[in-house]
Nanobody
Framework: QVQLVESGGGLVQAGGSLRLSCAAS????????MGWVCRVPGKEREFVSA????????YYADSVKARFTISRDDAKNTVLFTMNNLKPEDTAVYYC???????????????WGRGTQVTVSS
């Protein structure tokens, strides 16, 4: 069973930055596509970003391109998510997710963390 634990959320002013971390209880991250998905209360989860199994390809929702960066530290089995120039509309719970199968930009992941709240004030 894969366990994912997010950390790093919080309250930040618009224009500020946060870095989320996701610690994964896996032998190697190279077995999984790692992603970040967000959810606003009352709405469906939305794909935000994903990292390919080999770590060479990254994908972002249009709303976060050029502001957010996904990366990973294989030695620590940790996925990082750097969020710059945050906007109030980025406010959401952000979930770390892992997928064994083919790459996807949907919410179809096999394992999920519990989420971390990101709140951006105007």
């Amino acid at each position: 069973q894969v366990q994912l634990v997010e950390s790093g959320g919080g309250l930040v002013q618009a224009g500020g930055s946060l870095r989320l971390s996701c610690a994964a209880s896996v032998r190697t991250l190279r077995t999984y596509i790692m992603g970040w998905v967000c959810r606003v209360p009352g709405k469906e989860r939305e794909f935000v970003s994903a990292l390919s199994k080999r770590g060479g390809s990254t994908y972002y929702a249009d709303s976060v391109k050029a502001r957010f960066t996904i990366s990973r530290d294989d030695a620590k089995n940790t996925v990082l998510f750097t969020m710059n120039n945050l906007k109030p509309e980025d406010t959401a719970v952000y979930y770390c997710a892992a997928r064994i199968g083919a790459f996807t930009t949907t919410n179809e992941y096999d394992y999920w963390g519990r989420g971390t709240q990101v709140t951006v004030s105007s």
